[in-house]
């Protein structure tokens, strides 16, 4: 999945222009290990754990598991900033987020802990949506919350391919891009060069479809599945694996000045598996930094 003819690693060690240091922050989860949904403690007791590693995450919807008013309290409290996401595949789903983060922002001090909404994660990959119709809902969200940043997250691919360009030349302010290596079935001694190669490919379209560089990239997935997980391809699942992979790429993207949320925070044992390009389903149960009772699987320092 997300396939990359990868470049010399000369090459792929001179990244386009991106901001001097890069920050790292975790996709986050809304429902505890049995699948219940998470409440304002559940959060904090999250913060917790990730606040020697980082201060940012990001979610994928807002009004499940009322997941806008439960996170942003604890936030607040805990000096976090949020990415909240907006799921606009379908029109009741967009409803639904948009009325909870309307509310939600009602209380300035939940504002005050949000960083930015993503309107969408990988719609154009899958196709629920055509470029001219996401961009139309991210308007619509700007228009509601002309002050705080909107955005969306997809495959690189869908960014580099020129699938994306209404939205890249509509004015977007903030986008995400997602690569995983091990979604390509990438052996972990070329992991590192596939990710960085396809950040580079994406974030490059970017730029020059934009024609400036007044526009936040971020790379919003990342991740490599830890023991217990499944076997893509030639990827192999592994603690062992994932700690060489955030050491390796994560690391090497942050120094190289990329902002990378790593997925995910905590592992989910209640998530349903994903089926990839080939058709075959893998296990989405061990990809957290993280145990489910929020253990440290390996080091995170770069």
């Given amino acids: 999945m997300r396939f990359s003819t990868i470049l010399p690693v000369a090459l792929a060690a001179a990244p386009l222009a991106v901001s001097a240091a890069g920050t790292l922050g975790f996709a986050l989860g809304n429902t505890k290990a049995d699948g219940t949904c998470k409440f304002k403690k559940d959060y904090e007791d999250d913060f917790d754990a990730l606040k020697g590693v980082s201060t940012l995450v990001r979610t994928y919807t807002s009004g499940g598991c009322n997941t806008a008013q439960q996170i942003l309290p604890a936030a607040a409290a805990k000096g976090f900033k949020v990415v909240l996401g907006v799921w606009p595949d379908t029109d009741s789903a967009y409803d639904a987020d948009y009325a909870a983060i309307k509310d939600a922002l009602d209380d300035s001090t939940n504002a005050g802990a949000v960083y930015a909404i993503t309107v969408g994660s990988e719609a154009l990959y899958r196709k629920s949506l055509t470029a001219d119709a996401l961009l139309s809902k991210i308007q619509n969200m700007s228009n509601t919350f002309p002050n705080t940043k909107i955005g969306t997250a997809d495959s690189w691919n869908k960014f580099q391919d020129g699938t994306a360009d209404p939205i890249i030349k509509g004015g ?112 989405e149960t061990h990809w957290g930094a993280f145990t489910a009772d929020r253990k440290s699987k390996f080091p995170m320092g770069c």
Avoid: R
């Fill in 172 to 283: 977007v302010k903030l986008i995400m891009v997602n690569a995983f290596s091990y979604w390509q079935g990438q052996t972990i001694q070329n992991a590192s060069h596939s990710y960085l190669d396809d950040l580079n490919q994406a974030f490059g379209h970017i730029q020059n479809a934009a024609g400036t560089l007044d526009i936040e990239i971020w790379n919003g997935e990342t991740g490599w599945p830890t023991d217990g997980g499944d076997n893509y391809e030639s990827a192999m699942a592994g603690t062992q694996n994932a700690g060489t992979f955030f050491k390796q790429g994560v690391c090497a993207a942050l120094a190289w000045g990329f902002n990378v949320f790593y997925f995910e925070a905590f592992d989910e044992p209640s998530k349903v598996a994903s089926v990839g390009q080939n058709g075959k389903a893998a296990d």
